[in-house]
């Protein structure tokens, strides 16, 4: 799975937490990915900023994931969203971010 940031994105102030089934994989703030490997299978993916949303996303063996962080702002609070993009498109988008060593 990579999950990725975009440069400039709304909230590049405010870093965007993960979490895996409960188990923090890492932060992302504007402009940065990074590669986590996943087991097969239904994973509850938390995104936190001032607020937290909860995802499920189910994983099949063998392929790859590209997850788009988003935070948009809501009247006083910056709101996370995750959402999967398609190969050619992540493989775009993370040609130009920073990449962070998290689990590798």
């Known amino acids: 799975m990579y999950f990725y940031r975009l440069h400039s994105s709304p909230g590049a102030v405010v870093g965007v937490d993960l979490k895996?089934?409960?188990?923090?994989?890492?932060?992302l703030q504007d402009g940065t990915y990074f590669v986590y490997h996943a087991n097969p299978g239904v994973h509850a993916l938390t995104s936190t900023t001032d607020t937290a949303t909860t995802q499920n996303f189910t994983?099949?063996?063998?392929?790859?994931?590209?997850?788009?962080?988003?935070?948009?702002?809501?009247?006083?609070t910056y709101q996370p969203s995750l959402s999967v993009v398609f190969d050619i498109q992540g493989q775009a988008a993370i040609q130009n971010l920073n990449r962070l060593d998290y689990h590798e």
Do not use: C
């Not at 895996?20 to 932060?27: E, F, P, Q, R, V």
């Not at 994983?59 to 006083?76: H, M, S």
């Open 20 to 27: 895996d089934n409960g188990i923090d994989i890492g932060t």
């Open 59 to 76: 994983l099949q063996a063998g392929a790859t994931y590209y997850i788009k962080a988003i935070v948009a702002r809501k009247q006083e």
